[in-house]
């Protein structure tokens, strides 16, 4: 009996041996494995393999055997995919992010770009931007400095009104103050003065047009307030959402107008031609309207014919049936159904309100 016991633990401590010589095997495994892995390039890493493939046949592994050991590895541990080659274009670094599997650590993304150099060039580029700000903020300084002494010299001497569009248009651009300017006369046609700050702004007589059929001229969203427009021509001009609160566009020629979601509380529309303008959504609130044109004939290019249309009130926000009463022809404009049953018109606009 007492041979039979002293067998069975001699056998269990081999088991045992055995068990423990396996799994430093394994472990030694997973080094050389880890250490193929870590490498992102496709082709040292498939050399690398193979030299091991040959150390495992001189311990009586299989090529075979070995490839399918480390398939299985990897399945739990993946690689990283080749850096790209075109490492300057953000894009190629986007895609080269997307392919990481999940399981990757931060780690070897950061190992990896340390290895190509990544992080230092990125490092480098941040300092070199911020000591470089100074300088760049003292240029662009002087730059507007210029552009203000060319739109100035360009106003007192009367120039023509392309070269006093592109400087307006670059300081706007570059959030310049525009208040006060006065542009008086001048054709500015075309021009883009969208969220622009012109208060107190004046462009008495001067034409703020189309320069192509769909270059019309744009103040969206600009701040207008107690700017003079007195006489100018703006048909088709784009007034929408634009502070125009205390404005003067009396006599103003504002065919075919946009004035959706305007502020024109107080301003002087006084004797100005409207047909066609748009108002919806717009704040009338003690606006003008005395002696403004409501309706008339324009020239229609689609058809090269003249056609009858009118301003558009539907949706407009605050207008009395007293300020529409003191304009002229305001019985063929179009208003919302309870303005028109103050007006005592009918209920339903005419069918060239759709448009």
């Not at 650590?105 to 000591?131: C, D, M, Q, R």
């Not at 883009?192 to 192509?212: T, V």
Request: aromatic fraction near 12%; charge should be neutral.
């Amino acid at each position: 009996m007492s041979t039979d016991k002293s067998k069975q633990q001699n056998s269990s401590q081999v088991d045992k041996h055995l068990h423990l010589q396996e799994i430093s095997e394994v472990k030694e495994l997973r080094k050389k494995f880890l250490v193929i892995t870590e490498i992102s390039d496709p082709l040292t890493r498939e050399y690398q393999f193979a030299l091991l493939e040959k150390e495992a046949e001189k311990v009586g592994l299989s090529t075979e055997t070995y490839r399918r050991l480390y398939e299985t590895y990897i399945c739990n541990h993946k690689f990283i995919p080749q850096y790209p080659p075109k490492w300057w274009i953000l894009k190629e670094w986007v895609e080269w992010g997307s392919k990481f599997p999940k399981a990757v650590l931060f780690k070897k993304i950061l190992i990896t770009a340390l290895e190509k150099g990544v992080i230092i060039s990125l490092i480098f580029a941040v300092f070199k931007y911020y000591w470089e700000a100074p300088q760049r903020e003292k240029q662009a300084n002087f730059q507007t400095l210029q552009v203000w002494l060319m739109v100035n010299s360009a106003i007192e001497q009367k120039a023509t009104g392309v070269s006093i569009i592109i400087g307006l248009e670059h300081l706007n651009k570059n959030g310049e103050m525009l208040r006060d300017l006065k542009l008086d006369g001048f054709d500015l046609s075309g021009i883009n003065f969208q969220n622009a700050q012109l208060a107190n702004a004046s462009f008495k007589g001067s034409i703020l047009e189309c320069k192509r059929e769909k270059e019309c001229s744009n103040f969206k969203k600009a701040n207008l307030y107690q700017s003079n427009f007195y006489d100018a021509h703006l048909s088709k001009i784009d007034f929408r959402e634009t502070n125009l609160i205390d404005a003067n566009l009396q006599k103003a020629y504002l065919e075919q107008a946009k004035f959706q979601n305007a502020y024109l509380y107080e301003a002087n529309l006084e004797e100005a031609e409207l047909k066609g303008a748009k108002f919806q959504g717009a704040d009338l609130e003690k606006t003008n309207l005395k002696d403004a044109i409501m309706c008339g004939d324009v020239f229609d290019q689609a058809t090269s014919s003249k056609k009858y249309i009118c301003a558009n009130f539907i949706g407009a926000k605050n207008l009395t049936a007293e300020q529409v009463k003191s304009a002229k022809n305001w019985e063929k404009a179009c208003y919302d159904r309870e303005l028109r049953i103050k007006l005592n018109l009918p209920p339903e606009n005419p069918d060239y309100c759709q448009n």
